[in-house]
């Protein structure tokens, strides 16, 4: 892969922004990466990890110059972030994010912005439950989706080199409607995580009846919840605050699916129940056919002996 952009600047250096940057570095797509991170101890980590090719002590020093600026921060922050590093950006560079909420980035952060530069909203569709400057890798990127939120009006050989750009980190891409975008993450991300931090908070409650019978004999399904549940608390938050109405939306439809099956469960109607599981598995066989997941046992993940 050639080199796409000059100098990049990462703000923020937890998960998403330390896997691009091995990511940047695999595929030679900048001459240079700067990064930022608002706490001087994440700073001392990525200096003593090698994250970043300068790490900078202000977030105007990172971006000056950038001919990509990527905001890697929790949702809630962007506006005032990019309030801070409006004054000192390239004309022509190109201002993008990382968030799981389009329309509230784009509401937040366009207002700030000098008209002499390109703004395209991104989301990539990856990422674990660990968090911090020591949990990127590479390879996080390779094969998932990364969807461009443009405006109508932004430079068409901006949004194609940055298309670019993701393409060399590893990643699938595509372009879609802000408030699309926020209400299809409500449906595949945000309810999930939600019902998982529930389930989760429904289980700690009963933990403390059953003498913590609950975590001592978890099952596949549970642990998968408090996989999920052990995401970023600061950006999950961020996330429901700022893509309210879309979560809310999906959790009224969830509630009444929920009743349904609360009602065939208490008439005994097995039918229906077996219909429904039916249906829904095929959601699955469509994922791992999509190569979006791995059908292999245990939920894919690697059994505990062959772990390093």
């Given amino acids: 892969m050639t080199k796409v952009y ?17 990511a940047i570095k695999r595929a030679g797509l900048a001459g240079e990466v700067t990064g930022f991170a ?20 202000t977030v105007q020093d990172a971006v000056r110059d950038a001919d990509l600026v990527v905001l890697c921060v929790p949702v809630g922050a962007m506006g005032s972030v ?22 509230s980035v784009i509401d937040a952060v366009a207002p700030h912005l000098p008209a002499c530069v390109h703004f395209i909203p991104a989301h990539p569709l990856a990422g674990t439950e660990h968090s911090g400057p020591e949990s990127g890798f590479a390879t996080l990127f ?32 595509d372009e879609m409607d802000p408030d699309h975008h926020d209400l299809v993450l409500a449906v595949t991300s945000h309810t999930p995580h939600l019902i998982a931090y529930t389930m989760v908070g429904v289980a700690d409650d009963l933990g403390r009846v059953t003498d913590s019978e609950v975590i001592k004999y978890s099952a596949a399904g549970f642990r998968d ?20 109405d879309a979560t809310l939306e999906i959790l009224g439809r969830f509630t009444e699916e929920l009743f349904a099956l ?12 077996h219909d429904y599981f039916t249906r829904t598995r095929s959601i699955r066989r469509g994922i791992i056919e999509a190569g979006q997941d791995t059908d292999a046992p245990d939920f894919g993940r690697a059994q505990l002996d062959n772990k390093e």
Avoid: H
């Avoid at 949004?159 to 891409?173: A, P």
């Avoid at 919840?225 to 309210?244: E, G, H, Q, Y």
């Fill in 225 to 244: 919840f408090t996989r999920i549940a052990a995401s970023d608390p600061t950006m999950w938050r961020d996330v429901f605050l700022t893509n309210k």
């Fill in 262 to 273: 609360q009602r065939a469960i208490r008439t005994g109607d097995g039918e229906m129940l």
């Fill in 142 to 173: 390779d094969n998932r989706w990364c969807l461009l939120v443009p405006m109508p009006e932004t430079d068409a050989d901006a949004v194609q080199r940055l298309r670019d750009f993701w393409v060399g980190i590893g990643s699938n891409v």
């Fill in 38 to 57: 608002r706490s001087a101890e994440t700073r001392d980590t990525a200096r003593r990890i090698g994250l970043c090719d300068r790490v900078c002590d």
């Fill in 82 to 103: 990019a309030r801070d590093i409006a004054p000192v950006l390239k004309s022509g560079a190109t201002i993008s994010d990382v968030g799981s909420v389009k329309r």
């Fill in 6 to 22: 000059d100098r990049v600047a990462l703000i923020g250096l937890g998960l998403i922004a330390s896997s691009m940057y091995w």
